[in-house]
């Protein structure tokens, strides 16, 4: 892969096939995907009250099984990519969906923090093959103009996934025991693996794993070629920047309207509606970049022009703090969380669009570290900003990240990175 960017080149032969049914198929499986991803990573959250007191953790070690699962977590995504160009959506992501459900139903034999830690570090390792192996099932089935849709359609499985959580996982435990808990979630993924083998054949745009300009590149010369290049490096700064807000509307919004906004634990409930508009934000935003592109604007154009429309909207993140009740404050959240997430379906289909196919996961799970790091500084800051000051400088904070992002990323609305 060369270090410089030129016009998009027309569509390959074999992105003039028309696309399959199936694809639709596919899709569905990689929303639930992203529904288990999420249900699997939050049951030790949801149940951590009586996990910690059964086997005896706590809080520090809770803490650091947390970090011990973001830590292998952030590692995977560097790594996952290149197993996913080599082997393919279809058994990339039955290794990885098999490895985290598996992983998630051990979880049930922890007895002390140390084992506890290393089954999640485990279930860390396989869920972000996950979100490599999605873009890349989406590049191999969907033609251009839908791959921001469907983006948009499984990236949003993992809101619906948080929100679902506790209405599995609760009444599991609290029928059986915590430990079956993790076993039932994790025995979800392998029946999931049933359809997706007997679906997932014949990719319409799938490209062949090795061809013969490529058959004498070695491992060190691809990685070299995908870390020299400089959009790798400004799409990953992108993601540090941008999904640290999503990662803060996510973990801190609750604790904000609770501390700040007076909020009991059920009137948190109202979160949902933050949950509702991002699902609707994912899905808008492809199905706008998709419009424009029908109509005859470049993809990589199509999606950065949704992309500027969303970093215009996340800055009005101050007024949550600003605003006279928490019901406005809500309602504001509920924008910015709607703009980011039309921003990161279009952020990740640009990837698809401009990144070569053989490289594509490789280097889309190079970037994809990006959010996982951006979220560790982001609770890093936050909480400091939070324990010396207030929740308010947080919120101005949150307004400059989309801005800085677009601004970095929007040499490339008329680029491809050439293989």
């Given at each position: 892969m060369h270090d410089n960017l030129s016009p998009a080149p027309d569509l390959p032969a074999h992105e003039l096939k028309a696309p399959s049914r199936t694809r639709w198929?596919?899709?569905?499986?990689?929303?639930?995907?992203?529904?288990?991803?999420?249900?699997d990573r939050n049951v030790l959250a949801i149940l951590a009250p009586t996990i910690q007191k059964d086997i005896g953790l706590d809080d520090t070690q809770y803490s650091r099984i947390l970090s011990a699962f973001?830590?292998?977590?952030?590692?995977?995504?560097?790594?996952?990519?290149?197993?996913v160009d080599k082997l393919g959506s279809r058994l990339s992501m039955t290794l990885f969906i098999g490895w985290w459900s598996l992983s998630n139903a051990l979880t049930a034999l922890a007895r002390g923090p140390l084992s506890m830690g290393f089954y999640r570090s485990l279930l860390g390792l396989g869920e972000a093959g996950g979100w490599t192996a999605s873009p890349k099932a989406?590049?191999?089935?969907f033609p251009v103009s839908e791959?921001?849709?469907?983006?948009?359609?499984?990236?949003m499985g993992g809101t619906v996934g948080a929100m679902v959580?506790?209405?599995?996982?609760?009444?599991?435990?609290?029928?059986?025991?915590?430990?079956w808990a993790f076993v039932v979630t994790g025995a979800v993924g392998f029946v999931w693996l049933i359809p997706w083998l007997f679906l997932n054949r014949n990719a319409t745009y799938a490209e062949p794993a090795v061809v013969p300009s490529e058959a004498k590149e070695s491992e060190w010369e691809l990685w070299s070629s995908v870390l020299k290049q400089p959009a790798v490096w400004r799409f990953m700064l992108a993601r540090l920047l941008t999904d640290s807000v999503w990662y803060f509307y996510l973990f801190w919004m609750p604790k904000y309207l609770h501390d700040d906004r007076g909020l009991s634990q059920e009137q948190l409930k109202i979160m949902w509606v933050v949950f509702l508009m991002a699902d609707i934000g994912f899905?808008?935003?492809?199905?706008?970049?998709g419009k424009l592109i029908e109509r005859g604007t470049a993809a990589p154009a199509a999606r950065l022009w949704i992309m500027l429309a969303s970093a215009a909207l996340v800055p009005l993140s101050p007024l949550v703090a600003l605003a006279p009740s928490w019901q406005l404050a809500i309602?504001?959240?509920?924008?910015?969380?709607?703009?980011?997430c039309a921003w990161m379906s279009n952020l990740t289909a640009l990837v698809v669009d401009i990144i070569p196919s053989r490289v594509m996961a490789t280097t889309f799970g190079v970037i994809a570290a990006g959010s996982a790091v951006g979220g560790m500084l982001m609770n890093e800051?936050?909480?400091?900003?939070?324990?010396?000051?207030?929740y308010t400088p947080t919120f101005f904070l949150m307004a400059l990240m989309h801005p800085l992002a677009i601004a970095l990323l929007w040499r490339y609305r008329h680029s491809a990175v050439q293989a």
């Open positions: 198929l596919i899709l569905g499986l990689l929303f639930i995907a992203a529904v288990l991803n999420y249900i973001l830590a292998t977590y952030t590692i995977a995504y560097f790594f996952s990519g290149r197993i989406i590049q191999e089935w791959r921001g849709m469907g983006v948009g359609i499984y990236a959580a506790p209405l599995v996982v609760i009444p599991i435990a609290a029928a059986t025991s915590w430990r899905v808008l935003g492809g199905f706008l970049s309602a504001v959240g509920s924008i910015v969380a709607l703009a980011h800051v936050v909480s400091g900003t939070v324990e010396s000051h207030s």
